[in-house]
């Protein structure tokens, strides 16, 4: 092995191997911890000063939670280990040879291991366009954007004086009918329907439709077919209108088009498709369609065994050849096992196992005491996988606060179904200007 | 009387009179309040679709609590009076011949009487080129901003490496030692001193610079003498630099001009002046050079008998002749008073009576353990006035929720020192890009 690459950091020793981590999701921060008071020195870079929660991202869209309540700095999860220097930075490149990676100000931070773990954005099938009408879940931003159309419908609705437009305004779609769909699409019908419900004077909330449409037969594919079954009930149940087999043929400002039939909607929230990040291309290796890294048993790239890419970057294989899914847990289970190897490989040369994931179920929710909960041989649905479902995300949110803060508006709103951050904002474009806009383009 | 003006909602009763208030801040929301129940409709017109406790903004913009824990649905807070009607709507002008306000959606809006009620924003005296390099504080839009500038100030000094330009960036300069002013700098200071202390491995935030910059004699003007001394004292103590007497000369990107000198600053936090919202101009009525529409004794505007003016948009006079300074106990009990006797004066004809302020004290939070609180004859100080000031801001939150919540917070940051919200986040543009962009251009 060559000489270790430079300390970048102050707390850095001289002379112990530095490993660079790319993102804070829950792959990079699994490994960071795991690294933490080794004699290793890491350097964990992401464009955000925050970790954020992803899995309980649509309740920020939907109203219920505030984003503070589910992201942590990152500085402050990692504070204790002084060898783990955070860096805020946007990655351009990799330079494999180099072995250094590059930032957009010009930095370049030397590696001797690199670990790749940067997540996943929405994928519009190639009709980018239709981004700008139907805003994905990925970030805080998002959320917030989702937020501020859904609540502003329901501004617009109120103020207009046609009722066919009334009612086309306060109808939303949910292109996607997996986890975040699902949610999106709850979260939407019990807030119209309990938290906005008696707010207006000259529409009805509580008849605002709520659509979800998937291409595929049913909805949450990932689950066994009984769950799937009984998820589709509870959201009927919730006022939702549940499509399957129905594939979106275009998005518009004004709706989107399905099965040849065009639907008036306020708002079209995207919760269809996703897109690895571009680390196969700073790194220049081959990806899947879906912009996927292939990786080895050992979650390194082929040729490269200093580099790992992990999470939702990473194609990576269970035993039987099939391709592992884009789950918390896995990304969480790759930077757990990374990251606690990997100290021992570099101070005393032992070797990288293999990865295995161990399934440890999965969960979904669909509304107030109803959720399912797939454990393979136990399956779990109804009032009692709900409160499952809260009490897991609730113990794996980071940050003590995080949990009282959550539980906190979780009991408020169970109690009163009121939902306390239904907040219009926007940053430098006022929200009621960007409405005016769409209601006139629309009349 | 004409016949009144029709009714614009399902919920408004034909033959009512009909009271239009701009403006859900504290005097528009008090007016709203009283009129709940009575035999007048009411239409409320906002721009935003919250209430917003202004007092604590600077608690967002510090990073100790979330947009939401402040603020409140206008639309919820009233959902129990059917005669009030909320609309979310951007006035554009005021018609006092037809009775009718016009919002730039092209909706005119007809009146029997007319409560304008549309506080202030920042007035950087003539110098609006200042506004982008010193953002002031008056939306929950500033305080994202402010905070993403403060937390973004440290991240770019933990990655460069000349030390001077380091403390440069982590320096912070507060125009203004009013209440906003003086509650900032501490907050900046607390947040520098402990919060940060231990997140960062190339500089030691303990050692950032604070500067309280007031053109005039003293801190906290509107305070007796003898508190200002005390809060002076403390804002030191925290480790603040007060500089008294001393204007500020220019403002740009890379920091201030004070007394000929220029001091560099990574932050620049703007809580000089205030200037009436434009409703002087809408109403094509005498304002004095700040903005505000002069009214008489009963807060209407003189020469029209139908239209109050109320809070920081009017310059309304004690009984000696002496303007009633911009406060939120101003505001809101002149929306009580137009509010409460409103409805006998359109029923039943009774007379307006003029408006009296009660002065129910001042109070000022400086930092932790320390306030001061000025009663007329009664004034306190430190750690009873601080425990008071919390008591009195929980106490005037709208929502038990809000209550609950920012009681959680504060509880658990003086136990932790922490802060939840230690989040940088923006809309269209990533922080981080502006980031490198001001780096360079400092460079």
Redesign the interface.
Known sequence: MADPAPAT????VEGHPHVVIIGAGFAGLAAASELGGTPVNVTLID????HLFVPLLYQVASAAL????I?E?I??IL??H?NI??????VAGIDKQARTVAL??G?AVAYDRLIVATGSTHSYFGHDEWAQHAPGLKT??DA??IRARV??AF?QA??CRNKVEQQDLITTVVVGAGPTGVEMAGAIAELSRHT?A?????IRPETARVLLVEAGPRVLPAFPPELSDYAHKALEKLGVTVMVNTPVEDVTAEGVTLGGRFVRAGTVIWGAGVRASPAGSWLGVDTDKAGRVKVGPDLTVPGYPEIFVLGDTALAMHDDGSPLPGLAQVAKQQGEHVGSHLAGHLAKGEAMPPFRFKNRGNLATIGRNSAVADFGSRKIKGFVAWVLWGLVHVYLLI????R??VS??WL?AYL?Y?R?????????K?P??E??ER??AAE
Chains 1, 2 share one sequence.
């Open positions: 950091s102050a707390t850095h464009r955000r000063n925050y505030s984003p503070a309540d992201a700095p500085r402050r504070s204790r002084s220097e955070v860096m805020l930075g946007e957009a100000d930095t805080i931003e917030r954007q609540l502003m501004e109120e103020i906005l008696r707010d207006f004077r000259n940050g003590f606060s995080n009282l803060l906190m508006q408020v009163t009121h306390g951050a239904r907040l219009i904002t926007g940053e430098r006022a009621v200007q409405n005016h209601r006139s």
